[in-house]
């Protein structure tokens, strides 16, 4: 009989003590022979049945934010880069993945793009998801648009910002940010404000 190879990774197999043929040549080999290659078992995880365009969801483990995590050769990754580098075979490191379909989840190769992580932000507020919430947007905000009018106000009428502050349950700092122009910048005084 000719020489053998590994079905893994095709290295020659060499006889044991017993002159008997190994499956693999390496117990890492070996293991991979045992649950099925890589790439079988990454894809038997992503639902595709929706089509060539659709979604693809992950079908396992999540993280908190919603994306695929799965353990890739010794490491837990996320989903949609390991389906990225598959299917491009790219050296993605240092690079961040974009979902063009805002579907954490989503493995479908399409709705994947390679970039920085300034392309990344570029995306995320253009399509209106940077967080950048002013006034009442911000559901940290203790006042609201025509308080911050109120606050002008009462400022130019000679209050002390220390009343103002009490008066609006908000700290004094605060009061003298609004004065000065550093918070609230967007709210003009002349719209009229719904109650």
Same mark, same amino acid.
């Given at each position: 009989?000719?020489?053998?190879?590994?079905?893994?990774?095709?290295?020659?197999?060499?006889?044991?003590?017993?002159?008997?043929?190994?499956?693999?040549?390496?117990?890492?080999?070996?293991? /991979?022979?045992?649950?099925?290659?890589?790439?079988?078992?990454?894809?038997?995880?992503?639902?595709?049945?929706?089509?060539?365009?659709?979604?693809?969801?992950?079908?396992?483990?999540?993280?908190?934010?919603?994306?695929?995590?799965?353990?890739?050769?010794? /490491?837990?990754?996320?989903?949609?880069?390991?389906?990225?580098?598959?299917?491009?075979?790219?050296?993605?490191?240092?690079?961040? +993945?974009?979902?063009?379909?805002?579907?954490?989840?989503?493995?479908?190769?399409?709705?994947?793009?390679?970039?920085?992580?300034?392309?990344?932000?570029?995306?995320?507020?253009?399509?209106?998801?940077?967080?950048?919430?002013?006034?009442?947007?911000?559901?940290?905000?203790? +006042?609201?648009?025509?308080?911050?009018?109120? +606050?002008?106000?009462?400022?130019?009428?000679?209050?002390?910002?220390?009343?103002?502050?009490?008066?609006?349950?908000?700290?004094?700092?605060?009061?003298?940010? +609004?004065?000065?122009?550093? /918070?609230?910048?967007?709210?003009?005084?002349?719209?009229?404000?719904?109650?």
């Amino acid at each position: 009989m000719g020489e053998r190879t590994c079905p893994i990774c095709g290295k020659p197999l060499k006889r044991d003590m017993e002159y008997r043929w190994p499956k693999t040549c390496s117990r890492s080999c070996g293991q /991979k022979l045992r649950r099925g290659p890589e790439d079988q078992r990454f894809w038997s995880a992503v639902d595709a049945t929706g089509g060539d365009e659709s979604c693809w969801p992950w079908t396992k483990n999540r993280n908190r934010q919603g994306y695929g995590a799965v353990g890739w050769f010794g /490491k837990v990754r996320k989903a949609h880069r390991v389906a990225y580098e598959l299917v491009t075979g790219e050296n993605i490191t240092g690079l961040d +993945i974009r979902h063009t379909c805002d579907n954490p989840q989503c493995c479908n190769p399409r709705h994947l793009r390679a970039g920085t992580t300034t392309d990344n932000m570029r995306d995320m507020a253009a399509k209106g998801r940077s967080g950048n919430h002013k006034g009442t947007a911000n559901g940290r905000a203790k +006042i609201g648009e025509p308080d911050v009018c109120e +606050i002008r106000e009462a400022l130019n009428m000679g209050e002390s910002q220390q009343n103002v502050a009490n008066r609006f349950g908000i700290h004094q700092t605060s009061v003298s940010q +609004i004065k000065c122009g550093v /918070k609230w910048t967007h709210v003009v005084c002349d719209e009229p404000w719904a109650s």
